[in-house]
């Protein structure tokens, strides 16, 4: 299995670790953990690298 991590793009904050599933609902970003625990940000996905398990995002 691989799982992400999350991160603000603007300073690398990290924003969730161990995320299983993102979904896209306009322009709120459901980020949802191994664990089922659920995020909810507002802004949009800049980059994903499957490689490295890595999502950037653009938060307002």
Same mark, same amino acid.
């Given at each position: 299995?691989?799982?992400a991590?999350?991160?603000? =793009?603007? #300073?690398?904050?990290? $924003?969730?670790?161990?995320?299983?599933?993102? @979904?896209? =609902?306009g #322009?709120?970003?459901i $980020?949802?953990?191994?664990?089922?625990?659920? @995020?909810?940000?507002?802004?949009?996905?800049?980059?994903?690298?499957?490689?490295?398990?890595?999502?950037?995002?653009?938060?307002?």
């Amino acid at each position: 299995m691989c799982l992400a991590t999350v991160y603000k =793009e603007s #300073d690398d904050t990290v $924003i969730c670790k161990n995320v299983s599933k993102i @979904t896209v =609902e306009g #322009d709120t970003l459901i $980020i949802r953990d191994i664990m089922g625990a659920e @995020t909810a940000v507002q802004g949009s996905i800049l980059m994903v690298d499957l490689a490295n398990s890595i999502v950037k995002l653009e938060c307002d």
